[in-house]
């Protein structure tokens, strides 16, 4: 197996390489975004309730979870193609069940297979990235990745409304269908190996504390707004894994998730504000489509066409925002972005339920420009200081504490939205009168974006220290 360090130069084909890593992200992340329109189809077609089509959601989250902390120990035994054809194999396999599903257990099943390839194709991403294009030029890489990110599910809620206004459920899958295959084709072709296989020890004890941990604490969210005593069970044994996981990949030679990634302050720190990024993102799209629906009463394809101009705006400027990080370095988009984020974010803790959806679609859109300078950026950042040894391990880090950020943003922002419906109806004289019901929907939903805003806040001040890093000199020198 031929590496990046030895590959000469005129073999290294990044466009072909990139195009195809590209093309199987969008692949993946578009579907994700598909299924949500449809979940109320669902429940009328296998006769199920809300609370069991939401394991839809949940299992794939669960799944994906999971798998992120294992990444880098694949990654070892793979080669960039084995790894990348595995991840759309899984997907594609996936999707077939999915389609053709009978019972709402296939359909499941489906999902489950299809959240496989999803853990598997980001990190290899993001990791391919970072071993073929040099410091000062992966900011522009990681911003197409950044468009496809953002631009896939952007457009999946919106193209997905309007397939099932003419088509079946079904065909959120088949429609899919070629575009994995291509993927697939592509990839053979044109991707290339380059990633080194070391093999590295497999620990069975990190992986089951890894499955048990990060499994328990997704699942622990997810089930909490069910059942909260069942929820806080799996949180308590999830977190208590989750420390003896850490306890062990410090203390053995071969971790499966090495975290001597947080020796490096710059690593650190942009994972923490990514954490914290992601929680504010996750508030503002699970909050957003519910004040749409239930106080504007939009429909959910109309929705999903608010969202979309800002999804295409910030698809559209991720490219542009790479550029710019190379050339500048992340203070100069960072900075501005998050504090765009807060003041959009504190605009949404003062909406009403008489507000023009124009409105909503300039202050989104104003949003994820925001975004777009943030998220390629921070992590461009944090992953540009590790040395090559540690790019699996620093992108299965990143990956894994978003997903679960992710989780922890959607449950705590969810439950505080409902905590404050329940507070301002205790006080009025007639809880019942549907005015008073959509006056504290909207009561919920500012209070929740208040607490959004100080985390973006929190945000905000943490990138006042973030720096621009380099890769360590031994490979700048290679390079």
Not at 280 to 295: D, E, H, N, R, V
């Amino acid at each position: 197996m031929t590496n990046i360090g030895t590959l000469p130069e005129q073999e290294i084909k990044r466009g072909p390489i990139t195009v195809a890593l590209i093309i199987g992200a969008f692949v993946a992340i578009l579907n994700e975004t598909f299924l949500n329109i449809a979940l109320a189809d669902l429940m009328r077609t296998f006769h199920v309730s809300a609370t069991t089509v939401q394991w839809l959601a949940t299992a794939y989250m669960l799944v994906v979870g999971i798998l992120m902390p294992a990444t880098a120990l694949i990654s070892g035994w793979l080669t960039t193609r084995q790894m990348f054809l595995s991840a759309m194999s899984f997907f594609l396999i996936g999707t077939i069940i999915c389609g053709f599903s009978a019972n709402f257990g296939f359909l499941l099943l489906g999902r489950v297979v299809q959240a496989i390839g999803s853990g598997l194709l980001l990190p290899v991403m993001m990791n391919t990235i970072l071993l073929i294009y040099p410091p000062e030029k992966r900011g522009g890489a990681m911003g197409m990745i950044g468009l496809v990110i953002m631009f896939a599910p952007a457009i999946g809620p919106t193209l997905s409304g309007l397939i099932i206004s003419v088509l079946s459920w079904r065909w959120l899958f088949f429609l899919v269908l070629p575009l994995a295959v291509f993927s697939i084709l592509f990839a053979m072709v044109y991707l290339k190996n380059v990633s080194e296989v070391t093999r590295p020890k497999v620990e069975i004890p990190s992986i089951l504390l890894s499955t048990i941990g990060f499994g328990g604490l997704v699942y622990g969210l997810g089930a909490g707004a069910q059942n909260g005593g069942i929820g806080m069970i799996f949180l308590i044994v999830g977190l208590a894994a989750l420390l003896v996981f850490v306890w062990r990949q410090l203390t053995i030679a071969e971790p499966i998730l090495d975290l001597r990634a947080f020796k490096y302050p710059m690593f650190s720190l942009a994972t923490v504000i990514l954490i914290l990024v992601m929680m504010t993102l996750f508030s503002t799209m699970i909050l957003l489509p519910l004040y749409m629906q239930k106080a504007l009463l939009l429909t959910s394809f109309s929705a999903g066409l608010i969202l979309l101009p800002g999804g295409l705006i910030n698809g559209l400027l991720s490219p542009a925002m790479g550029r710019v990080f190379d050339k500048f370095g992340p203070r100069w988009l960072v900075i501005p972005g998050l504090f765009i984020m807060s003041a959009v974010i504190w605009l949404f803790s003062r909406l009403t339920a008489s507000e023009s959806p124009l409105y909503i679609v300039i202050l989104y859109s104003v949003l994820l420009i925001g975004m777009a300078m943030v998220m390629m950026p921070v992590s461009t950042t944090g992953l540009n200081e590790l040395p090559k040894d540690l790019y699996p391990h620093g992108t299965a880090i990143m990956n894994t504490l978003q997903q679960v950020s992710g989780g922890i943003g959607t449950a705590l922002f969810v439950s505080i939205m409902v905590s404050g419906q329940q507070g301002y109806l205790r006080k009025v004289s007639d809880p019942t009168a549907p005015g008073q019901l959509l006056s504290a929907l909207v009561s919920g939903m500012n209070r929740a974006f208040m607490v959004a805003m100080i985390v973006a806040i929190a945000s905000f001040i943490l990138s006042l220290f973030l720096k621009r890093t380099h890769a360590p000199k031994e490979e700048r020198a290679e390079g």
